[in-house]
């Protein structure tokens, strides 16, 4: 029997679909831990996974019960997908950003659908490569950015799209989100912006927190509920607190088709997280977007909506787990009840644009010297590492579209402007970004 119609007797049968999963350890413990709960509702059935160092996971091995649920496991993907490709109905990528599209071309070439974690590359010239490969796909691919599933965050796009609050004038995000020192440790590639001759441009804004400037780009999308609007001319400020080669702290302003002013600050180098709110600024109604507000041990996503008359419309849902909703939709995609997955790889090409334009609008990663820092200790034996008067710098970039150059801050560094027509530079510049970050 083909793939396409053992999804559709599973469909038929209810039966659970049969997946494999491409890692073991970081976010790959979440798919772990999501797959689990959804075996035990009879929606899903782990078969295999893997991982380059499997001998590291013995206690995740018997915390999930791999042994008795019959988990083969194996400590090369290939091996895996070659022994378990006639039988395999769905393989989750929650696996380093720059194999993702080897890893994607290998589950394609094998008639395997994929749930591929966020992003799909950082490399816009890979990713035409992996829009080609999905051509050849028996189902479309899920990228697995986590807040497009939220039905209040649709609910409010659809009736942006029909004109209900007039145009968007703007839209700003803050995203101070402190990271110790040890994340960038945590992984080879963590915090690179090249490993092995290959682009990798990780970052706050390509990895972290890149769910947000995938939300921003939904919201500009004026096509239909699942159009994400290109970048048309990004203006940008990169710098890095850690000692890193790519970039942990970015300053950008934006236009797309649709919308002329976005304004996005991003840091690890600070040591409070801000909520994460998108702020969205209509010519009739501003609205405050939270994905992920927590209240006694649950989070919410919550929508308030100030028209220009004074009237106030507040909306909250309670937020299940986002892995789980997110692997769930796709498994109602893979048997027939859902007509799409919720981001195509095509619909991050917006995504990775805006990405690579900031390296290319910036040129340079300025270091910030070391008496602009400070070293918070937040009792978890380990310091963050904080921009000192990171929280104000923003604000001032937020309300009043001043770079921090243009604040006079002395550890500041003009930063340029690229327009979308010069992504064809993205490999000179990162190369002279390396170099630059080697002296
Ligand atoms: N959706 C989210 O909220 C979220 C959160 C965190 C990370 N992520 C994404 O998850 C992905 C993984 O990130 P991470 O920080 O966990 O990465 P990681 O470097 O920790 O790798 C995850 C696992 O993959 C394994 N691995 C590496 N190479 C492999 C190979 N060739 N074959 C099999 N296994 C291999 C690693 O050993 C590790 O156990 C990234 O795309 C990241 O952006 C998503």
């Not at 999930?64 to 496991?73: A, P, S």
């Not at 910030?368 to 978890?380: H, K, N, T, V």
Request: proline residues 4%.
């Amino acid at each position: 029997m083909d793939k396409k119609t053992s999804l559709i007797k599973m469909n038929q049968r209810n039966h659970p679909l049969r997946i494999g999963i491409i890692g073991m350890g970081g976010f790959a413990g979440a798919h772990h831990s999501a797959i689990y709960e959804l075996e035990k509702r009879n929606l899903a059935k782990l078969l295999c996974t893997c991982d380059i160092h499997p001998e590291n996971f013995k206690k995740q091995i018997q915390e999930l019960n791999m042994e008795k649920r019959g988990v083969k496991i194996f400590n090369n993907y290939i091996n895996m997908l070659d022994e378990f490709k006639d039988i395999l109905q769905m393989v989750t990528i929650p696996a380093p950003i720059h194999l993702h599209a080897e890893m994607h071309r290998e589950c394609v070439n094998r008639k395997l659908p994929v749930y591929l974690e966020k992003p799909p590359t950082l490399d816009y010239f890979e990713l035409l490569q992996m829009i080609e490969t999905e051509k050849k796909a028996i189902k479309n691919t899920n990228v697995g950015f986590n807040y497009i599933v939220q039905d209040l965050r649709q609910d409010l796009k659809r009736r942006i799209i029909q004109g209900e609050f007039g145009e968007i004038k703007k839209i700003t995000f803050t995203g101070l989100w402190p990271r110790y020192p040890s994340y960038f440790k945590r992984s080879q590639w963590a915090g690179r912006l090249i490993i092995d001759n290959k682009i990798v441009l990780d970052s706050c804004f390509g990895n972290a927190l890149s769910h947000f400037i995938h939300n921003i780009l939904f919201w500009c999308g004026k096509k239909n509920l699942f159009s994400w609007d290109p970048v048309k001319i990004v203006h940008a400020e990169l710098y890095r607190a850690h000692q890193i080669q790519s970039t942990d702290t970015v300053f950008v302003s934006a236009s797309t088709e649709n919308v002329r002013d976005i304004r996005i600050i991003l840091t690890h180098a600070c040591a409070k997280k801000t909520p994460d709110i998108e702020k969205i600024y209509c010519s009739d109604a501003e609205i405050v977007f939270e994905g992920n507000k927590s209240n006694n041990g649950k989070t919410f996503a919550e929508s308030t909506i100030e028209w220009k008359d004074g009237k106030i419309e507040r909306k909250q849902q309670e937020n299940q787990n986002l892995v789980i909703s997110n692997i769930q939709r796709y498994i109602d995609y893979l048997s027939g009840k859902e007509n799409r997955p919720l981001t195509k790889i095509d619909d991050c090409i917006p995504f990775v644009m805006f990405n690579d334009l900031i390296y290319i609008a910036a040129e340079d990663i300025a270091c910030i010297p070391e008496q602009y820092l400070e070293y918070i200790d937040a009792g978890e034996g380990e310091k963050f590492i904080a921009i000192k008067n990171i929280e104000s710098i923003a604000e001032e970039f937020i309300e009043r579209k001043k770079f921090p150059s243009e604040q006079k801050i002395p550890w500041a560094h003009k930063g340029g402007v690229a327009k979308n027509t010069d992504i064809t530079r993205l490999n000179t510049v990162i190369q002279s970004l390396v170099e630059k970050a080697q002296n």
